[in-house]
């Protein structure tokens, strides 16, 4: 049997599908629709309540915008003080991995301990705040496949105990390369596991990633030709082993703890710093509840429900 040297190319086969695009569509019972499709807003309504809507949307942006220099400006967070991080996944971006992702979760929150600094936070905690809960093109997605700034924001403004969101994932990824040996020459296709992470701090939006990818398979796959030009086809089936993946997995996490303490960590302000811009924020989000004519009719009506109740 001839000895085939198989040498991985350091290019990839690339597949992708085409998104589609972001639509929230927001009602709000008074015959007033918000839509959102790509960045763009549009209203529908009574011009008068449509021009109310949109001037509380104009303040809730402009108490955002100001959330975000609170926080960009406070006071750093000294090396004494810990960081909180969510980490989202590993989650199985391929159907061939579903059997596998326990494992490569375990793997994965194993690597992340041991940092004296890093405190996990359980992402149960803030499940809900990871999608948008009004958009229609993430209500029947799975997890999150990266960090973005709504995310990011949502986790900060909704949650109050998490300082960096991570979120992992991790797919088959098709790697191809030349085949020589005996005079012939070819190709050969193997399929691995790429893991990758996203992560930002959920104070000021900047998303850092990174991707490493295992030595798992499921076999090989050889066609070319030998040395008389005759086309040769062969097919190695194997079974996928996780514990060999355990370095990618190890070197990743290893990567998202040095750039927690590092980049991001040193731009984190203070715990007594977001406990005082929370609180800032819980009182403004108070004080436009009970301005809100909305909030003020459902209130009404409650009082209203409580009277008539038998004493």
């Known amino acids: 049997m001839k000895r085939l040297v198989l040498l991985l190319a350091a290019n990839s086969l690339a597949f992708g599908l085409a998104g589609c695009a972001s639509v929230s569509k927001k009602c709000f019972g008074d015959g007033v629709c918000r839509t959102e499709s790509d960045g763009k807003v549009t209203w529908e309504g009574p011009p008068e309540k449509v021009a109310e809507y949109q001037a509380r949307e104009e ?10 220099a609170a926080f960009a400006s406070a006071e750093k967070r000294p090396a004494s003080e810990p960081i ?12 061939g991995l579903q059997t596998f992702a326990l494992t490569y979760r375990q793997m994965f929150m194993e690597a992340m301990g041991g940092d004296p600094r890093i405190q996990l936070v359980d992402a149960g905690r803030i ?5 948008d809960g009004d958009s229609m093109s993430s209500r029947n997605d799975g997890p999150p496949a990266k960090v ?12 109050g105990e998490v300082d960096v969101l991570v979120v992992v ?8 390369g030349m085949v020589s040996g005996g005079g012939g020459v070819g190709a050969a296709q193997v399929v691995n596991v790429e893991f990758s992470a996203s992560l930002s701090s959920v104070y000021t939006f900047d998303e850092q990633k990174k991707s490493e990818i295992g030595d798992s398979n499921t076999g090989i796959v050889m066609g070319g030709y030998d040395k008389t030009g005759q086309h040769k086809k062969a097919e190695l089936k194997g079974n996928r082993d996780p514990s060999k993946d355990r370095a990618a997995v190890t070197q990743l996490a290893q990567w998202v703890k040095q750039t927690v303490n590092g980049p991001v960590g040193a731009q984190l302000p203070s715990l007594t710093a977001v406990q005082t811009i929370n609180e800032k924020m819980k009182e403004q989000m108070k004080t436009q509840l009970q ?3 909305q909030t003020q009719k459902l209130m009404e009506l409650l009082q209203k429900q409580k009277s008539a109740q038998p004493q």
């Open 59 to 68: 303040a809730q942006k402009k108490a955002a915008a100001e959330r975000d």
């Open 291 to 293: 301005q809100d004519p």
């Open 148 to 159: 973005d700034q709504k995310m990011a924001r949502r986790v900060r403004d909704g949650s």
């Open 127 to 131: 499940a809900h705040l990871l999608k």
């Open 84 to 95: 909180r991080v969510a980490i989202v996944g590993p989650s199985v971006v391929s159907q």
């Open 169 to 176: 994932t991790a797919k088959e990824k098709e790697r191809t």
